[in-house]
């Protein structure tokens, strides 16, 4: 069936040290990967997504690799702040809109 | 900027009553979404709904659930008869289209605890 693996469940970092998060995914046809930040109190916010035809893309303090042949894709977040902190989720979509989404990684930047 | 809203933001009803969530979509948004999330687990997809029927639905959204699109605005979840286990954070969104690959923009959510 469709599912995704999100790791770590909690990650702590030093103000300015990066961050990594990873996802693994189980059905081959997803084709879209976003992720989502959630802050307390509200609804995901997408923060950057990658397609299945590309294999890592950038904005800013923010990228994400994808290796299709593995399955699995990748967040990471340089020079991390304080405002950073909040719970990411990553997600798998095929061509239905329909997310599956990972278990949450919960962030924590110290200051 | 354009945004998903949702009432109310917190529902407390008692087991065995009718509850109706409510969401209005981004305006020139075409698919809707139902989304769950019970306390310290997973975002869990309930349904997706284009042109006033339901395109998909997961196995959680059972005879219990029903979604509608009474007017050009809103877009409802309601659920017929409350159990404790479907207290959780339900969340709404829309998309411009539903296929894999478009930007989902979800509401604040409602938080619904049933007593």
């Known amino acids: 069936g469709e599912n995704v693996e999100q790791h770590p469940s909690t990650l702590s970092v030093q103000e300015g040290d990066s961050a990594v998060i990873k996802c693994t995914y189980s059905?081959?046809?997803?084709?879209?990967f976003p992720w989502y930040k959630q802050e307390l109190g509200k609804g995901p916010q997408l923060i950057i997504d990658i397609r299945s035809n590309v294999g890592e893309k950038k904005d800013q303090r923010i990228a994400v690799t994808l290796n299709k042949t593995a399955k699995h894709f990748s967040l990471h977040i340089t020079e991390t702040q304080p405002e950073d902190s909040a719970v990411y989720f990553c997600a798998a979509s095929k061509n239905t809109g329909k997310l599956i989404f990972g278990q949450g990684t919960t962030l924590q930047v110290k200051p | 900027e354009p945004e998903v809203t949702q009432t109310p933001s917190h529902q407390v009803t008692q087991m065995g009553q009718e509850v109706i969530l409510r969401c209005v979509p981004i305006s020139n948004h075409l698919y809707f979404y139902w989304y769950r999330q019970i306390l310290g687990q997973k975002v869990e997809f309930l349904v997706s709904f284009y042109n006033n029927e339901i395109s998909e639905k997961s196995e959680i959204f059972d005879d219990q659930f029903s979604v509608e699109r009474p007017d050009g605005s809103n877009f409802t979840l309601k659920i017929r008869s409350t159990k404790l286990e479907d207290s959780a954070m339900y969340f709404c969104?829309?998309?411009?289209?539903?296929?894999?690959?478009?930007?989902?923009?979800f509401g604040q959510g409602t938080r619904l605890t049933v007593v």
């Open positions: 969104a829309s998309s411009v289209v539903g296929q894999g690959g478009t930007e989902a923009f």
């Open positions: 059905d081959s046809a997803s084709n879209y």
